[in-house]
């Protein structure tokens, strides 16, 4: 699986969002280790705190299949720099253990690893030690 795929699957999940509040479409495909790929786009509501992330769109729907284990994830969105996932989906991103991270635009991708993104996820918590 080439970056190349999975952020072309994460552009064609973004046609799905439904963003009619912020205008703002985000997609994302979660690649699993069984060569599987997840979609998902941002779902908003009426009731603004409700909205669920394109990243964690993929992630319950891998959830919902029965797959846990995950190489990557890609996220898309048209924007001036590549779109920077937010705190509750790194969160969620770490739950599970998604390794590495692309973010990309429509000009340029970057990659970064989940302790990249969310330093000392687990630490302490129940104990954990990383
Ligand atoms: N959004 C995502 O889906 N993923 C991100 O990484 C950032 C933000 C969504 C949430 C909301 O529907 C819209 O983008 C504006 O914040």
């Known amino acids: 699986m080439e970056f190349d795929e999975l952020v072309a ?3 064609e999940a973004r046609e799905m969002a439904y963003a009619p509040y912020s205008k703002f479409a985000v997609g994302a495909a979660l690649l699993s280790a069984d ?4 979609r998902g786009c941002n779902v908003e509501n009426l009731s603004y705190g409700l909205t669920q992330c394109a990243e964690r769109t993929a992630i319950c729907a891998a959830v919902a299949a029965g797959v846990r284990d995950f190489v990557m994830l890609a996220v898309v969105a048209d924007t001036a720099v590549p779109i920077s996932p937010c705190g509750a989906c790194r969160q969620v991103m ?14 340029s ?20 030690d990383e």
Do not use: K, M, T, Y
Request: without cysteine.
């Open 9 to 11: 699957v994460a552009w």
């Open 35 to 38: 060569g599987r790929i997840f």
């Open 94 to 107: 770490a739950e599970f253990g998604v390794p590495r991270v692309i973010l990309a635009n429509r000009a």
């Open 109 to 128: 991708r970057l990659e970064f690893s989940l302790e990249e993104l969310l330093p000392r996820s687990s630490a302490g918590i129940l104990d954990r």
